[in-house]
């Protein structure tokens, strides 16, 4: 079973971290995974970054910029995580936007995934549409699943022909933003995730967008199955390197 | 061969809709109405009396006699330099805040390179009492000052775009941005034929009455409705959109798109998306692009703002690769020289992005009796600094 599908049965809320390969540092992906797998994180997002990140705010396009300076493409991010799976077992998605992977070719792109056991994708740009056109059958082949996100404007309709066509979890961007823009939740956060939990969607939904302490961690996952954190993790290597990763844990949960 | 767009948004391979689900609901909106609103009788009579009224159309189609002379073949300048705000561009704002409108939508956002579409948004934005934000690159606001005080007169935000190369692709993303953040009452006018479907087709469409003018026109002066050649600069590609609509499907008509080859196509410095780029996706659209092997976007180069652009639009894509379209470039110093001869033997001082049209007599020799028209997309007011330095006037 995909590793994602196994950690959506457990019995617990979920806390998944994003974070930008290539940044602070070049090579510390490999230890940006171990230490938060360490500190007890379910699932990471490791970023793959672009140079032009549309749906992200500055937190995030500025640690991409510096993570392409720094020199990561995607040939060296596949070398960084070759052996990844001799030690780390929690669920490892891909998230990053369409064009480097259409670059690299989305056959082989998803070969290389299933090769070192890459569970998920996100391509936020990548549209339902021509996914299940183009490019379906071939995430299938390499047991990869595709997240979609839906946002507070995502009609009902629409919400419905996501969920059937996940099979991991659907992202809640919580509110109409980009990344990291927002600071806590009002009530029309609130009003959207209870209308989403209403809606008995066959897929658990993961919030992401705006999630940066235990407060909102709290609120996040009162009617979901979990949340994602990922500018306020940045924010948090920048201030503090990436040596420090268990005390931005223990503050979320 | 077709050169329509297709139900899903595309050109051949190229368009369609990359976007984020933050903006489906959005440009799903547009893409189910825009055609049908264009078509309403009211919507098209206050569209055609703004043309006329407002911005002061047709714009004429002027016999270029001495330059006629000097390339000894027979010139038509097609003068969207002087509709009001000095360029194309207005033809554009001027649809897209009717359909704001009719959208029901209050607040108009737009990104802009040379300033002329911000300023030709700013202007529409007051004339319908709309709030109005413009992004502009930081690098581009201080290469063309005169643009951005017009922008800051007409009431409009003009917020510097700090990231990346600090140009026109870089305006487009905060543009792009701002639309996530503010999904309810916020129409984005983009500003040449790119971006996702059904932005390409509607600025085209809206852009089309540049040939739809240039038939009737050239059927007075020289009694037939097509010329030999229509020829136009590649931004994004609206102006040359709008130049080649009507003639697409007219084979005897040959398609001239000229791009900007900054200091040369391979010296690393240049905006020559047809000669530089690969297939790829920019700003929601399918199309060439400029772009590392690893599949990063390229930062172009252009003594142009207007032509400061990475990829191109997807028709444009899919006339080059097809073969219907002939595609050259012109160096910076090839349109200045175009610019200034334009100046001398006219009397009409050219935007620099016309300028890089103008050029194709250094690439391109015509027949005596061809009847070659070119898209004289804008005024060259707002580059008169850039002239006075380039030439030590
Ligand atoms: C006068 C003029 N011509 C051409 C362009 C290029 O845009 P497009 O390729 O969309 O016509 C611009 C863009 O700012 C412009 O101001």
């Known amino acids: 079973m995909n590793r994602i599908n196994q950690k959506m049965q457990e019995d617990k809320k979920l806390l998944s971290l994003y974070f930008t390969a290539g940044y602070p540092e070049l090579n510390n992906t490999v230890k940006i995974i171990k230490d938060l797998e360490a500190s007890g994180i379910d699932m990471i997002e490791i970023g793959l970054p672009f140079s032009d990140p549309l749906a992200d705010g500055p937190t995030i396009q500025n640690s991409s910029t510096i993570a392409l300076k720094n020199g990561m493409t995607t ?179 | 061969m077709n050169y329509n767009v297709t139900e899903k948004g595309y050109y051949g391979t190229f368009g369609g809709a990359y976007i984020p689900e933050m903006l489906y609901p959005n440009v799903e909106n547009l893409r189910k109405n825009y055609l049908k609103v264009m078509a309403e009788p009211d919507f098209k009579a206050e569209f055609d009396q703004l043309l006329k009224d407002y911005v002061g159309r047709p714009s004429p189609l002027y016999f270029a006699k001495r330059l006629s002379e000097k390339y000894n073949t027979k010139v038509y300048l097609k003068r969207e330099d002087l509709n009001h705000t000095g360029a194309h561009k207005v033809n554009n704002t001027i649809g897209q805040i009717l359909m704001a409108k009719k959208l029901g939508k209050q607040r108009i956002i737009a990104e802009t390179g040379a300033g002329q579409h911000g300023v030709a948004t700013a202007t529409v934005c007051a004339l319908m009492g709309m709030d109005c934000v413009v992004y502009m690159g930081e690098i581009d606001i201080a290469r063309q000052a005169p643009n951005v005080a017009r922008m ?83 931004g994004g590609g609206s102006n040359a959109a709008g130049t080649y609509y009507h003639f697409l499907h007219e084979e005897e008509v040959g398609i001239i798109a000229v791009e900007a080859a900054g200091k040369g196509i391979n010296s690393g410095e240049s905006a020559a998306t047809s000669a530089l780029g690969k297939e790829g996706v920019i700003h929601g659209c399918k199309t060439l692009l400029m772009q590392t092997n690893d599949g990063q976007i390229t930062e172009p180069y252009s003594i142009s703002a207007g032509l400061d652009y990475p990829g191109v639009g997807p028709l444009h894509a899919h006339l080059y690769k097809s073969g219907r379209g002939e595609f050259y470039s012109a160096t910076d110093d090839e349109a200045m020289q175009s610019g200034l001869e334009l100046t001398k033997l006219e009397g009409i001082i050219p935007a620099i992005e016309s300028s890089h049209a103008l050029a194709i007599f250094k690439h391109k020799t015509f027949k005596p009796d061809d009847v070659v028209v070119i898209s004289l997309s804008g005024r060259g007011d707002k580059d008169l600094d850039n002239y006075i330095k380039y030439f030590n006037l």
């Open chain 1, 75 to 253: 040939k060296l991010l596949f070398e960084q995580l070759k052996d990844i799976r001799k030690t780390v077992s929690i669920p490892l998605i891909i998230m990053g936007y369409f064009n480097p992977m259409l670059q690299y070719g989305v056959e082989a792109f998803c070969a290389k995934c299933a090769e070192i056991g890459i569970d998920g994708l996100i391509m936020p740009d990548l549209p339902l549409a021509v996914y299940q056109d183009e490019y379906e059958a071939i995430f299938k082949k390499h047991n990869l699943k595709n997240i979609f996100l839906i946002t507070p404007q995502t009609s009902d309709e629409r919400i419905k022909e996501i969920d059937n066509a996940s099979d991991a979890f659907i992202y809640m961007v919580s509110s109409a933003s980009v990344t990291g823009s927002k600071t806590g939740f009002g009530q029309e956060q609130t009003d959207y995730f209870e209308r989403i939990a209403s809606m008995n969607l066959k897929n658990p939904q993961i919030i992401g967008f705006g999630i940066n302490n235990n407060e909102t961690y709290t609120q996040a996952t009162k009617e979901t199955k979990g949340a994602i954190i990922g500018s306020a993790f940045i924010k948090h290597l920048t201030e503090n390197g990436a040596d420090t990763i268990s005390d931005f844990v223990q503050k979320i949960r």
């Open chain 2, 152 to 234: 800051k007169m007409l009431g409009a935000e003009v917020r510097p775009a700090l990231s990346g190369s600090k140009t026109l692709k870089d305006a487009t993303n905060e543009a792009i941005r701002d639309w996530i953040n503010n999904p309810v009452d916020t129409h984005y006018i983009i500003g040449s034929a790119i971006g996702p479907h059904p932005y390409p087709d509607m600025v085209t469409r809206f852009q089309s009455i540049i040939s739809e003018e240039i038939k009737w026109q050239l059927k007075e002066k020289e009694g037939r409705e097509n010329p030999d050649y229509v020829v136009a600069c590649i």
